[in-house]
Nanobody
Framework: QVQLVESGGGLVQAGDSLRLSCVAS????????MGWFRQAPGKEREFVVS????????NIADSVKGRFTISRDNAKNTVYLQMNCLKPEDTAAYYC???????????????WGQGTQVTVSS
């Protein structure tokens, strides 16, 4: 069993940056691919970014390409989501997830965190 805890969300203005962290506990997550998803009120959960087990490959949604970056530090059992040039459209609850591969589909991930809220004002 793996527990994931996100942090780093908050209230920011358009154009600001935030860095989200996801710390894994329980079983080591170094052998898991990781992903970040987000869900706004009234909308379905959508893929944001994902990273392979060793960090060698990343997948980025077109909506955040050029602004968001995913990285991981396996020694710290932590994955990061660096968000730059934030837009009001980025407002959502952000969730990290662990799975076998760096999927882009939320249903493919085994473990999920509780989420952290990101709100971007215009």
């Amino acid at each position: 069993q793996v527990q994931l805890v996100e942090s780093g969300g908050g209230l920011v203005q358009a154009g600001d940056s935030l860095r989200l962290s996801c710390v894994a506990s329980g079983r080591t997550s170094s052998n898991y691919a990781m992903g970040w998803f987000r869900q706004a009120p009234g909308k379905e959960r959508e893929f944001v970014v994902s990273i392979s087990t060793n960090g060698g490959r990343t997948n980025i949604a077109d909506s955040v390409k050029g602004r968001f970056t995913i990285s991981r530090d396996n020694a710290k059992n932590t994955v990061y989501l660096q968000m730059n040039c934030l837009k009001p459209e980025d407002t959502a609850a952000y969730y990290c997830a662990a799975g076998t591969y760096d999927y882009t589909q939320s249903a493919r991930y085994r473990y999920w965190g509780q989420g952290t809220q990101v709100t971007v004002s215009s």
